[in-house]
């Protein structure tokens, strides 16, 4: 009889940190970059990003882990096939058709506008070049308990054997720094 007083008890500890995975539903990925001519953009709407997150009973984002993220390279695109076909050869997507980012460790902390700000340490994987990269993301649940997931982190081509893409016999040529803008709805899979 004196363990039904504990049942309370350990279902709402139970439910206090319930993890779930979720998994990419909706996702905004961007890329854009500086060249002698003009600023350059690329955007893609196809990836798969998928975790598990713990969430306590008061609906805060307390822990998430084996996160990862993937997009096909060739998916991302452009106004000008020219510029897409010369991102394409700088990127090696003929033998690396993969951009990826695995997460081994994740901090969490409250975001002082709301959400939460989800430190990720992992390696990011571009045209056949793995190095560690830290990626700090903003995270909000949502009503329906979604999670708006947003961020942009700089990264620099070189760091990852890419050779800057240059245009028209090399006279047009881009900058070595990119930036990485992502917004992604993830759900309960």
């Given at each position: 009889?004196?363990?039904?007083?504990?049942?309370?008890?350990?279902?709402?500890?139970?439910?206090?940190?319930?993890?779930a995975?979720?998994?990419?539903?909706?996702?905004?990925?961007?890329?854009?970059?500086?060249?002698?001519?003009?600023?350059?953009?690329?955007k893609s709407v196809k990836a798969?990003?998928?975790g598990n997150f713990t969430i306590n009973g008061a609906g805060q984002i307390v822990g998430v882990d084996e996160l990862v993220f993937s997009t096909p390279a060739t998916s991302l695109k452009s106004e000008h096939s020219s510029m897409d076909n010369n991102?394409?050869?700088?990127?090696?997507?003929?033998?690396?058709?993969?951009?990826?980012?695995?997460?081994?460790t994740v901090t969490v902390a409250p975001a002082e506008a709301g959400g939460f700000v989800v430190t990720c340490k992992g390696k990011l994987s571009i045209a056949g070049a793995s190095r560690d990269q830290d990626v700090i993301a903003l995270c909000k649940l949502n009503p329906?308990?979604?999670i708006n997931v947003t961020g942009t982190e700089k990264?620099?081509?070189?760091?990852?054997?890419?050779?800057?893409?240059?245009?028209?016999l090399g006279t047009i040529k881009?900058?070595?720094?990119?930036?990485?803008?992502?917004h992604l709805i993830l759900k309960k899979a």
């Open positions: 009889m004196r363990h039904l007083f504990l049942l309370p008890f350990l279902l709402g500890t139970l439910a206090a940190g319930a993890q995975r979720y998994a990419s539903s909706t996702i905004d990925l961007t890329v854009s970059g500086t060249s002698t001519l003009h600023d350059w953009t690329m798969d990003c998928s991102a394409y050869k700088a990127l090696k997507t003929d033998k690396n058709p993969v951009i990826s980012y695995t997460v081994n329906d308990n979604s990264i620099s081509m070189k760091a990852f054997s890419v050779d800057p893409p240059t245009f028209m881009t900058g070595n720094e990119i930036v990485l803008a992502f």
